[in-house]
């Protein structure tokens, strides 16, 4: 039990275009979904976190109008990364958890490999 | 906030040893605390876990113990193998479920 699909597994396209990356609980209910920034080599930095019906809360240095989340459903949560450039290249990750029925584990998608020319 | 200290950064052993590879972090908040297993381009896959009213766990040939007291927690493999190869995070949560990650160790097992 408790799958966590993410879709698409690898994008590329070209600088400015918007990437939408959906994060899907297949079989419980998220009440908390993770949004995750990983660079070759180094470790998972959290970029947000999103609870169902809510804004999402942003970590520092995280700009919110460039990565919109939407949480709008007990089992998707959306990453859009906005005008995307180079720099933003990058592997990202989400991770899904209920917080009502065990606060612990996150499940984790498979990643979603963005590469902007 | 939540601060995690993971070492040694790189590890190699030779196929049978042992591994370790240990934490530390800052909030004595944190309850739960997980470890990965993470080959490339995957996602992160838990391997173990344990809370803080415990202070050692075992599956099989991975074990990890805490210590709250001194805020440190470490990851054991025993009789390793080459498939054991991997980059291995350990993290600390909150009650929130928000996870804090170390920033990795690579485990290489020689044949």
């Known amino acids: 039990g408790a799958v966590v699909s993410q879709h698409p597994s690898w994008v590329i396209c070209k600088s400015g275009t918007s990437v939408k990356i959906e994060c899907r609980s297949l079989?419980?209910?998220?009440?908390?979904m993770f949004w995750y920034r990983q660079f070759p080599k180094q470790s998972l930095m959290l970029m947000a976190t999103?609870?169902?019906?809510?804004?999402?809360?942003?970590e520092q240095g995280v700009e919110k109008d460039k990565f919109l989340i939407n949480h709008a459903s007990l089992t998707l949560s959306t990453l859009t990364v906005t005008s995307a450039h180079p720099e933003d290249s990058s592997f990202y990750i989400c991770s899904a958890t209920n917080l009502q029925t065990s606060n612990q584990p996150q499940h984790f998608g498979d990643g979603t490999r963005l590469s902007i020319l | 906030g939540e601060n995690v200290e993971q070492h040694p950064s790189t590890l190699s052993v030779q196929e049978g040893d042992s591994a370790v590879i240990k934490c530390t972090y800052s909030?004595?908040?944190?309850?739960?605390f997980p470890w990965y297993k993470q080959e490339l381009g995957k996602r992160p896959q838990l391997i173990i876990d344990?809370?803080?009213?415990?202070g050692e766990k075992k599956d099989q040939r991975i074990a990890v113990t805490l210590n709250k007291t001194a805020k440190h927690f470490s990851l054991h493999i025993t009789e390793t193998q080459p498939e054991d190869s991997a980059v291995y995070f350990c993290a600390a949560d909150t009650n929130a479920g928000k996870s804090t990650f170390g920033d990795g160790t690579t485990l290489t097992v020689k044949p």
């Open positions: 344990i809370r803080s009213n415990v």
């Open positions: 079989d419980f209910q998220a009440t908390t």
């Open positions: 909030d004595s908040a944190s309850n739960y």
């Open positions: 999103s609870n169902e019906g809510s804004k999402a809360t942003y």
